[in-house]
Nanobody
Framework: VQLQASGGGLVQAGGSLRLSCAAS????????MGWFRQAPGKEREFIAT?????????SYADSVKGRFTISRNNVKNTVYLQMNSLKPEDTAGYYC????????????????WGQGTLVTVSS
């Protein structure tokens, strides 16, 4: 199983980025997908999750609600994180993860993790 995250970079505050996570080696549609982030010296933080199959259920951390949107394309085996109105405090490594239905925001329930993509937001 591989999860390949991409789309990170340097952006000014108020800008936008779209992260992608391409999955292979698993039946993608069966898995809940999540995005987490970790800043230097801080613990891993839940960002967003989307349910398996049609992705009809999503959940967000309060810190990103209304600014970030998670979505999935089961044909392309890819999950996305659209990030708008970025703030300097959003600077972190962003990681995608795949887990069984119900994994929600609990990182220890996720089975597979990507390598991360770095997002840097300048003020």
């Amino acid at each position: 199983v591989q999860l390949q995250a991409s789309g990170g970079g340097l952006v000014q505050a108020g800008g936008s980025l779209r992260l992608s996570c391409a999955a292979s080696g698993l039946t993608f549609s069966r898995y809940a997908m999540g995005w987490f982030r970790q800043a230097p010296g801080k613990e891993r933080e839940f960002i967003a999750t989307i349910s398996s199959w049609s992705g009809g259920s999503t959940s967000y951390a309060d810190s990103v609600k209304g600014r970030f949107t998670i979505s999935r394309n089961n044909v392309k085996n890819t999950v996305y994180l659209q990030m708008n109105s970025l703030k300097p405090e959003d600077t972190a490594g962003y990681y995608c993860a795949a887990g069984p239905p119900g994994s929600e925001r609990y990182h220890h329930l996720y089975d597979y993790w990507g390598q991360g993509t770095l997002v840097t937001v300048s003020s």
